[in-house]
């Protein structure tokens, strides 16, 4: 063989053994299209904050708008963050703390906003998840609500809600192969 032929030869090889070593890492070939799910992820951004803006009256604050990242063997997770209810903040020209009453109905509305966020996410991923078709039915879907609170009304209540379903789960409730309640037994909903 003449020096290139044993180079290109020994090329071949050494790309066989990587793509190999590659395989037994668990890369897999069957990788989601990214930029067909980068642009469904960013759909469903938009209809996340939507559906969060229209839920609830105001004061309400979306304090960072949802933003979706696809992690490699697991699937996508959407990430926002809200303050349920905002309240009056001690600052220089009102130093008056937050007396008890606007503490007890921060909490009390507070409370009651999430559990709609809890009825709400199911709603809208079984409604619009299903438009992430880049994702494999082995991956999942999640959304984590973070939880703003200031620092007197915060006390014991959750700073975050993670709510997480299969996506062979949503593609079983589009199908009609289960029904809402169905699918909403098997997301997996829990506060922080």
Known sequence: MHLPCKMNFLAGLALSAAL?????LGADSTSPNYAALKGQVQVLEAVIDKTMEQTFERPFGLLEKTKGSYLPGYGVIFNLQV????V?????????PLSEEEVRKARTVK???????KRAVPRLLADHA????ALGPEDTVAVIVHLFHFQAEGEKLPTQLVLQVKKADLDQYQERKLSFDELVR????FAL
């Open 20 to 24: 190999g070593a590659l395989s037994l």
């Open 83 to 86: 303050n349920l209810y905002p």
């Open 88 to 96: 009056r903040v001690p600052n220089p020209f009102d130093p008056r």
């Open 111 to 117: 409370l009651d906003r999430i559990e709609t966020i």
């Open 130 to 133: 299903g438009s992430l078709r």
């Open 186 to 189: 098997k997301m997996n909903v």
